[in-house]
């Protein structure tokens, strides 16, 4: 079993940055594809980025050259770097770990970017 937390959402002003972080406790991180999802409401929740156990990356159009994936095996710990955030990106974030080791959501985190 494995669980994962998120943290950092919160609320800023259109144009600003947040970072999300994604901690997983047990021993599938390292074996795990990695990913960010986000769900608005009234949306049907939408893949964000992932990020592989061998650090490829790839992005939803509407968030590249926003948004910024990464990991940090030694932590156990995935990370968004988000950018220049517009309303359109309000929604709650989940992480997910995908991959031979299970595949395991996090609870979510409230993102809210004010226009």
């Known amino acids: 079993q494995a669980q994962l937390v998120e943290s950092g959402g919160g609320l800023v002003q259109a144009g600003g940055s947040l970072r999300l972080s994604c901690a997983a406790s047990?021993?599938?991180?390292?074996?795990?594809?990695m990913r960010w999802y986000r769900q608005a409401p009234g949306k049907e929740r939408e893949l964000v980025a992932r990020?592989?156990?061998?650090?490829?990356?790839t992005y939803r159009d509407s968030v590249k050259g926003r948004f910024t994936i990464y990991r940090e095996n030694a932590k156990n710990t995935m990370y968004l770097q988000m950018n220049a955030l517009k309303a359109e990106d309000t929604a709650v974030y989940y992480c997910?770990?995908?991959?031979?080791?299970?595949?395991?959501w996090g609870q979510g985190t409230q993102v809210t970017v004010s226009s």
């Open positions: 997910r770990s995908l991959g031979l080791g299970g595949d395991y």
């Open positions: 990020i592989s156990t061998g650090g490829s990356t």
């Open positions: 047990g021993s599938i991180f390292s074996i795990n594809e």
